[in-house]
């Protein structure tokens, strides 16, 4: 079991930046590949960026550039530095883990970001 804890989340200006964090408790979160996804008010969850455990990363087209994903395993922690903040932006972000060994996967609770002038 696996719990998500997403911290970071804001109000910010277009073209400004937010990092936020996922802390993961539980043991072996360097056997995770952690991903980021984000939903919108009245659209469908999508996928953000992903990181596996040997640290290859992908990217929705739409954030390339712009966000960076990173992990700490010594932390059991996983970043989304995003920059260039556009209104389009605006969802709430959700941490996803999927364990290597079972494929099971783990969701956090969200955490908001607003993009606004």
């Known amino acids: 079991q696996v719990q998500l804890v997403e911290s970071g989340g804001g109000l910010v200006q277009p073209g400004g930046s937010l990092r936020l964090s996922c802390a993961a408790s539980?043991?072996?979160?360097?056997?995770?590949?952690m991903a980021w996804y984000r939903q919108a008010p009245g659209k469908q969850r999508e996928f953000v960026a992903r990181i596996t455990t040997g640290g290859i990363t992908n990217y929705v087209d739409s954030v390339k550039g712009r966000f960076t994903i990173s992990r700490d395993n010594a932390k059991n922690t996983v970043y989304l530095q995003m920059n260039s903040l556009k209104p389009e932006d605006t969802a709430v972000y959700y941490c996803n883990a999927r364990s290597t060994a079972t494929m099971i996967g783990y969701w956090g609770q969200g955490t908001q970001v607003t993009v606004s002038a």
């Open positions: 539980g043991s072996f979160f360097s056997i995770y590949t």
